[in-house]
Nanobody, 121 residues
């Protein structure tokens, strides 16, 4: 019913930048929190950044000051601008959204398929 489609991953040298995008489509009535998580090989998935519909943000300490999350509510899209990338940022990045399908529905978690970000040293 709802699809989250990510784009923008790839290979970049340390110090470089990438911008991830995630668009929600399907039976979307409203979206509360949108965010980005990542999972490095052999590690647990962790929150990178999240943003409420009203604009409040949270970042994991390791990316604060380097990454910026933003969203376009009209387009149901969230972005992650990643600057000063480090090899330890290498991971699969997943988009996440709390979506309501109609006015009487509760919010449900949806995930994107993931996009690989690789930072070479």
């Amino acid at each position: 019913q709802v699809q989250l489609v990510e784009s923008g991953g790839g290979l970049v040298q340390a110090g470089g930048s990438l911008r991830l995008s995630c668009a929600a489509s399907g039976s979307v009535f409203s979206i509360n929190v949108m965010g980005w998580y990542r999972q490095a090989s052999g590690k647990q998935r962790e929150l990178v950044a999240r943003m409420t519909r009203g604009g409040s943000t949270n970042y994991v300490d390791s990316v604060a000051g380097r990454f910026t999350i933003s969203r376009d509510n009209a387009k149901n899209t969230v972005y992650l601008q990643m600057n000063s990338l480090k090899p330890e940022d290498t991971a699969v990045y997943y988009c996440n959204a709390d979506v309501r399908l109609n006015a009487r529905d509760t919010y449900t978690d949806y995930w994107g398929q993931g996009t690989q970000v690789t930072v070479s040293s």
